[in-house]
C-alpha cells in the first residue's frame, strides 16, 4: 500500500511531463488553428456581414487541427464534402420536407455519393464522408431559408483560410514531417528486435500473444508514415516556399518505402525467432542473439549516424555468415534467410539517407 502510494505521485509527474513535451512538439501548429479559427471568423461575421458564421471558424480549425499532416487535404474534403451534402439535403428536402424520413433519405443518398465519387485524395479518411452526411443532415434539421448557402460560404472561408495557412503562410516543412514518421517507424522497430534478442537468449519467454503487439505498434507508425509522405508531396508539389524540396522530398520517399520493406524483415524475424525458442533454445543457433542485437543497434542510429549505423551492419552480416555455414535443418535456414533479409533492407535504408 506504502509503495502504491509512493508511486503515484511520479507517476503523476512523468504523465505532466509527457504531456508537456507533446505540447512542445505542436504547439506552433495550435497557435496557427487558433488564428485562422478567429480570422474566419471576423471575415464572415465582420466583413461579409453573415449573421452566425459559427461553421467558418469550425472548418478552419477542423481542417488544421493539431497536426501538420494532411492539412490542406483536409481542408479541400471538407469544402467538397458540405458541398456536395447541402446539394443532397436540399434536394432532398425540396421532395419530401423536413421530417425523420427526410434525414434518412438524406443521411443514406449523402454517404452513397461520398463512397461513389470519394476515392483517392478527396476520398482519403473519413473528412470527406462525414462532412457530406452531416452537411446534408443539417440542411433537414435547420429548416430555414438560406442555411444550406451560408454553410456553403462558411465553409469556403473556413477552408480558404485554412489553405492560405497550410500552403501559403505556413507550409509543413515536408522533409521533417518524413523524418518524424521515420524515426517513429525505427524507434519502434528497434523495440522489436531488442526484444526479440531477449526472447532468443532467454533472459525473457514469449508471451502468449507474441509478436501480435509488436505487429500492431509496427503497423501503427507505419500508416503514420505513409500519411507523412502524401504530406510531404502534396507540399513539396503546392507550396511556393517548398517548391525548391521536390527532388529530395523524392528521396526522402524511395527510403520511407525502404523502411516499410525493412519493417516487414524485422516482423518476419521475430515471428520465426518466437516459434524457435518455445520448442527448445537448443534448436536454436548460437549467433542469433548477437546478430539481432546488432541488428538492433544499427537501426538505433540509422538516422543519426548512419556511419556507427553501417558498421554494426557489418558485424551483424559477419553472425549472418556464421549462420549459413551452420544452419542445419530447414528452421535455421529460414532465420538465415530472414536475418540477411533485415541486413540487406537496413543497408539500403541507410545508403539511401547518405545520398
Known amino acids: 500500500m506504502s509503495t502504491s502510494l509512493l508511486m503515484r505521485p511520479s507517476a503523476g509527474m512523468a504523465a505532466i511531463v509527457e504531456g508537456l513535451k507533446r505540447i512542445r512538439s505542436v504547439w506552433f501548429n495550435l497557435l496557427q488553428t487558433s488564428v485562422a479559427a478567429g480570422l474566419a471568423w471576423y471575415v464572415a461575421r465582420d466583413v461579409l456581414a453573415h449573421p452566425q458564421p459559427f461553421f467558418a471558424p469550425i472548418a478552419a480549425a477542423v481542417s ?52 461513389f465519387i470519394g476515392q483517392g485524395y478527396i476520398g482519403q479518411g473519413m473528412m470527406f464522408a462525414n462532412q457530406t452526411v452531416v452537411s446534408s443532415i443539417l440542411v433537414l434539421a435547420l429548416y430555414r431559408s438560406g442555411v444550406g448557402w451560408e454553410r456553403i460560404d462558411d465553409a469556403l472561408i473556413g477552408g480558404g483560410v485554412a489553405l492560405v495557412f497550410a500552403v501559403l503562410l505556413f507550409p509543413a516543412d515536408p522533409l521533417e514531417v518524413v523524418r518524424s514518421a521515420r524515426i517513429g517507424v525505427l524507434a519502434t522497430l528497434h523495440r522489436v528486435l531488442d526484444r526479440t534478442a531477449d526472447l532468443a537468449s532467454g533472459r525473457r519467454a514469449p508471451a502468449p500473444d507474441w509478436p501480435l503487439p509488436a505487429v500492431d505498434r509496427v503497423h501503427e507508425q507505419l500508416s503514420a508514415l505513409l500519411q507523412a509522405r502524401a504530406t510531404a508531396r502534396q507540399v513539396a508539389w503546392t507550396a511556393p516556399r517548398r517548391w525548391g524540396l521536390r527532388n529530395a522530398v523524392q528521396r526522402a520517399n524511395h527510403q520511407a518505402v525502404q523502411l516499410a520493406l525493412l519493417a516487414g524483415s524485422v ?47 557489418e558485424i551483424a552480416r559477419g553472425h549472418a555468415s556464421t549462420l549459413f555455414t551452420t544452419a542445419q535443418g530447414r528452421l535455421q535456414v529460414v532465420i538465415a534467410d530472414v536475418v540477411q533479409a533485415c541486413i540487406d533492407d537496413l543497408q539500403h535504408m541507410i545508403d539511401l539517407r547518405q545520398d
Do not use: C, F, W, Y
Open 64 to 115: 488544421l487541427s493539431t497536426s501538420n499532416v494532411l492539412r490542406a487535404q483536409r481542408a479541400i474534403q471538407m469544402i467538397v464534402g458540405v458541398t456536395l451534402g447541402i446539394g443532397t439535403g436540399a434536394l432532398v428536402q425540396s421532395l419530401l420536407g423536413p421530417g425523420a424520413l427526410s434525414i434518412t433519405v438524406a443521411a443514406l443518398i449523402a454517404l452513397l455519393a461520398a463512397v
Open 267 to 313: 516482423l518476419q524475424l521475430a515471428r520465426v525467432v518466437v516459434p524457435a525458442v518455445g520448442d527448445g533454445a537448443d534448436r536454436l543457433p548460437q549467433p542469433v542473439e548477437a546478430v539481432v542485437g546488432d541488428l538492433a543497434k544499427a537501426i538505433a542510429r540509422a538516422d543519426s549516424d548512419p556511419i556507427a549505423a553501417t558498421a554494426h551492419v
